[in-house]
């Protein structure tokens, strides 16, 4: 997909959407220094460039229930790609699973993992062992408490972009 020409004002856009998620038209202007109508307009456009995936709320999951947080580590004992398409394929069938990312280096992937409990936890490893996913070795740290949860700042990735 072709990459738009953004300007201060797209910035501002996404910026805003980033920090408050969706907005009305007035309120989104407003909160960007701009008319509603072109405001729009631009809303419109990003949208449709894809710079938008979507919008959601942020959940307090501690007021919901107790949870397990786990960072997990693991490498794959081969590296073609068909294993890792059916490691992936798995991990995205998974609903523990709320965050993973392939990696050079040490480890092929890091994984965030939200369980209700260690011994569901356990459960959850047991099943990868169960589904034989070439897993040569795996980590876990257990979380005891959030130091840092950010969004990324949209105006400096952009402004180091355009350099």
Not at 74 to 102: G, M, T, W
Not at 120 to 148: C, N, P, S, W
Request: aromatic fraction near 8%.
């Amino acid at each position: 997909m072709k990459r738009l020409a953004l300007d201060a004002a797209d910035i501002r856009i996404l910026s805003a959407l980033q920090q408050h998620g969706q907005l009305s038209k007035a309120r989104l202007a407003e909160v960007c220094s701009l008319s509603a109508t072109p405001c729009w307009a631009r809303l419109t456009r990003l949208k449709a460039a894809g710079y938008i995936r979507g919008y959601r709320a942020e959940i307090a999951l501690g007021h919901l229930a107790d949870f397990a947080q786990v960072i997990m580590t693991v490498s794959l004992s081969r590296h073609r790609k068909a294993d890792f398409d059916r490691f992936e394929a798995y991990i995205n069938s998974r609903d523990e699973i709320i965050d993973c990312i392939a990696t050079g280096g040490g480890v092929d992937y890091i994984m965030k993992v939200i369980s209700p409990s260690l011994t569901a936890f356990q459960a959850f490893v047991d099943d990868i062992h169960a589904e034989d996913l070439g897993i040569d070795r795996y980590m876990t740290h257990f979380a005891t408490r959030q130091i840092k949860s950010a969004l990324p700042n949209i105006a400096k990735l952009a402004t180091a972009r355009a350099k």
